[in-house]
């Protein structure tokens, strides 16, 4: 079954420069719920690979990720999706660990519960930090110019050449599921 990485912050809910803290905080970007219930009925296993520096930062505890997580999967569920890996990174940058992204550890854990392929397997980001781990896991990336993605798009570090750009997750989905 063709799996499909999502970041979390900035693709599936909407971000913050001061931390997404918790739950009450979490709030899912227009249609990515849909996106994601419309790709797992389509025979993809979706997982989220996600940076989590506020656990690092003492911003947010365990308890609190693991209640903005299961907020993110009952909603995903009741749209009639499902989520089947949840990877974070709880380190702060300094700590120069192999799981934060653009390092490859949070797909290498998705990896042994979930195979990604490198013909079937995308990575959806919102920066050039995941699009870089998709490169480097030798998977596919796209980018969505929800969050960071404007930002990101602007830079001038993604060819649309070789990196599908799409307004949100929505548009993701729809143009994938329209192959």
């Not at 799981?99 to 797909?107: A, N, Q, S, T, W």
């Not at 854990?109 to 490169?135: C, N």
């Not at 998977?139 to 949100?168: C, H, M, W, Y």
Request: proline residues 4%.
């Amino acid at each position: 079954m063709p799996v499909i990485v999502l970041d979390r912050d900035g693709v599936i809910n909407v971000d913050s420069d001061n931390y997404i803290k918790s739950a009450d905080e979490w709030h899912p970007i227009d249609g990515s719920i849909e996106a994601i219930a419309d790709l797992t009925r389509s025979g993809y296993q979706v997982a989220v690979a996600t940076n989590q520096s506020g656990l690092g930062r003492s911003l947010f505890t365990l308890s609190e990720l693991d209640a903005m997580h299961s907020k993110m999967r009952k909603r995903v569920e009741a749209a009639g999706g499902e989520i089947a890996v949840v990877s974070f990174c709880p380190h702060v940058p300094e700590a120069r660990c192999g799981c934060r992204k653009p390092e490859i550890g949070l797909l290498l854990a998705i990896h042994e519960q979930l195979p990604l392929d490198s013909d079937s397997t995308w990575f959806v980001g919102d920066t050039d930090k995941d699009l870089e781990a998709a490169r480097r896991m030798g998977i596919r990336g796209a980018l969505v110019r929800t969050g960071k993605g404007r930002q990101t798009e602007k830079k001038g570090l993604v060819s649309r050449e070789t990196t599908p750009i799409f307004d949100n997750l929505r548009g993701f989905a729809d143009w994938l599921l329209d192959i």
